[in-house]
């Protein structure tokens, strides 16, 4: 294998060498006394900000938003390597063998000639390398992946083994099922079932978004932001009129609400 950026090996090596200036003696004291525990909120920050910038699809933001994330990567490896741990070499050597074990249909003899078939190699491979939670049949599901995704995986691995409903329909009624027993939950004073019935609506609702192939987590996502636009409008109107959202009625709220909503904001 050819690299196609021959500058790659030289980039990485000055912005490690930045990473080791800004945490040694008499470089930055923030950098100096960060830990990887300290630096796990942001990581995930960096993270879901590099997600944002993926569904805006600007390349500029996208490129930036890579280097974030990257920062957090060498930052933390440079610690471990500072403790005779690992370096930040060690993780892409890591990483890139991973890839090699992972794909045995590329650099090695195995045949996958369907996607089916691309996933059973994976799945084993994962397997081999003990990743995951086991969950017998359905094979490993991480327990650091959000929630929702989780049970995205789960209803795809019941589904391969056919345990799941012919066609969508299935799923609605699933919903319909279990939003009548949380009502019904609902009727009795606070009790533990409230909670285990609706996670059972959010599975069956995430099942259904499966079945309609749409990634809840992202569905989900965009729903927030649309939120946060709409709740923008409202803050803004209410201003021109010298109130705050605290001063204002609910039903004054929820009319410019409904007027973004009817003029697409959000």
């Not at 805006?56 to 957090?72: A, M, Q, T, V, Y």
């Not at 992202?218 to 946060?228: G, P």
């Not at 636009?229 to 929820?254: I, N, Q, W, Y």
Request: proline share 5%.
């Amino acid at each position: 294998m050819t690299d196609a950026n021959p500058d790659l090996g030289t980039a990485i090596t000055e912005f490690t060498a930045i990473i080791r200036r800004l945490r040694a003696p008499g470089g930055c004291p923030w950098d100096a006394k960060q830990t990887p525990e300290t630096l796990r909120t942001y990581v995930l920050e960096e993270a879901y900000e590099l997600i944002e910038a993926l569904e805006s699809r600007e390349p500029d933001k996208i490129r930036e938003e890579c280097g974030d994330l990257l920062l957090h990567l060498v930052f933390i490896s440079d610690m471990y390597n500072e403790w005779g741990e690992f370096s930040f070499t060690d993780v892409v050597r890591g990483i890139s063998a991973k890839m090699i074990h992972r794909h045995p249909h590329v650099f090695g003899d195995e045949k996958a000639e369907t996607l089916e078939d691309l996933r059973r190699l994976w799945q084993r491979a994962k397997e081999q390398e003990g990743k995951g939670t086991k969950t017998g049949s359905l094979g490993p599901v991480s327990p650091a992946l959000p929630a929702l995704t989780q049970a995205h995986r789960l209803g795809e691995a019941a589904a391969r083994l056919g345990f799941d409903w012919p066609s969508v329909e299935g799923a609605l009624e699933k919903v319909e099922e279990e939003w009548q027993e949380l009502r019904q939950a609902l009727n009795q004073p606070a009790d533990p079932a409230w909670e285990e019935e609706l996670g059972d609506m959010l599975f069956a609702l995430v099942n259904v978004a499966r079945f309609l192939k749409i990634d809840s987590e992202n569905a989900l996502r965009r729903t927030i932001y649309k939120f946060i636009k709409r709740f923008h409008v409202v803050e803004r109107t209410l201003a021109k009129a010298g109130k705050t959202p605290e001063s204002a009625t609910l039903e004054e709220m929820e009319a410019i609400w409904q007027a973004a909503k009817q003029g697409g904001s959000g």
